[in-house]
């Protein structure tokens, strides 16, 4: 086996059981986010639209990689009950997942929905399990600046951007689900879905930050570079990560679709893409030609 795929195994064995739990559950809601496309594909539904199963694919795939990548990426920190936070951001995830599929296979909308006491009784436990999901967050935010754990600087800055950008993440798609009810409750349910929805691009790139910086710290240590240099390719992917982010979270509540976006922005998001995948790919390919230094173990071993 190749040192990377050693350590993917020892990831699972020296895993806590509610981390282990994570990793099942994430690959569990992954794989349904795969199978409702592919009933998507196959039946010729519209991919547009608040009751389309384009919700349920998004939030099974979406959901399914941050569980397990957060169940990942905070294994590394010292965290006070982390059982039971771990748990609640679990069991939040799948509460979640399961709802939006559910209303999406009913054919109903699955937010902001408050037509019959089923749907409002939805809408509003998917409100509480995104509170339950944000602070769940936080509690792992503080933990990563108040107890890293032995981490290298390198990993240490990857997991501390990541979490907060995925705090960034959480906290748009509270605004979305504020300015959504508001409208639906207003009895405006069209514009609480053109409201909500002009936030989507912003949420969808700050989600994923907790995977693609702790990714590439990950990776960086099977290249046999140095600390140092390893700590300036992540800084690297930090600085590109938060540009695209702010541009496209200036669009965003600026009302402005991505794809219809002054030069300067498209220019300054397309830039920091293209240097983000970069030190991704330079990572991989380093990796796969380096050696692993035995220091990026779990906390558990």
Request: glycine share 12%.
């Amino acid at each position: 086996m190749t040192p990377i795929e050693t350590a993917v195994g020892r990831i699972w064995r020296d895993g806590r059981p509610v981390e282990r739990a994570a990793y099942v559950v994430g690959a569990v809601l992954f794989a349904g986010g795969l199978v409702n496309a592919v009933v998507l594909l196959v039946s010729g539904g519209t991919w547009l639209g608040p009751v389309s199963l384009r919700k349920a694919v998004t939030f099974g795939l979406s959901f399914g990689l941050t569980l397990a990548t957060v169940a990942w990426a905070t294994s590394y920190l010292t965290v006070r009950g982390r059982t039971a936070l771990l748990g609640s951001f679990l069991f939040a995830c799948v509460a979640e997942v399961a709802l939006v599929t559910v209303q999406a296979w009913r054919g109903v909308p699955s937010h902001f929905n408050f037509e019959t006491g089923v749907d409002t009784a939805v809408s509003l436990t998917l409100a509480a399990g995104g509170g339950v999901i944000v602070l769940a967050g936080l509690g792992f935010t503080v933990a990563a600046f108040r107890s890293p754990g032995a981490m290298p600087p390198s990993r240490r800055v990857a997991v501390r951007f990541g979490l907060l950008v995925l705090v960034l993440a959480l906290a748009t798609g509270a605004v979305m689900i504020a300015r959504g009810v508001g409208e639906a409750r207003g009895g405006d349910p069209q514009s609480a879905y053109t409201t909500a929805g002009a936030l989507k691009p912003l949420h969808a790139v700050a989600m994923h930050a907790i995977l693609v910086l702790p990714g590439l710290a990950w990776l960086l240590g099977f290249t046999g570079w140095s600390e140092r240099r390893r700590l300036r390719l992540v800084w690297l992917a930090v600085l590109a990560d938060t540009v695209l982010t702010v541009v496209i979270g200036i669009e965003a509540f600026a009302g402005i679709p991505p794809f219809a976006a002054p030069l300067v922005c498209t220019g300054l998001s397309a830039a920091a893409f293209v240097v983000l995948a970069g030190t991704g790919v330079l990572a991989l390919f380093s990796a796969l030609r380096g050696k692993e230094p035995g220091y990026f173990r779990s906390s558990n071993a």
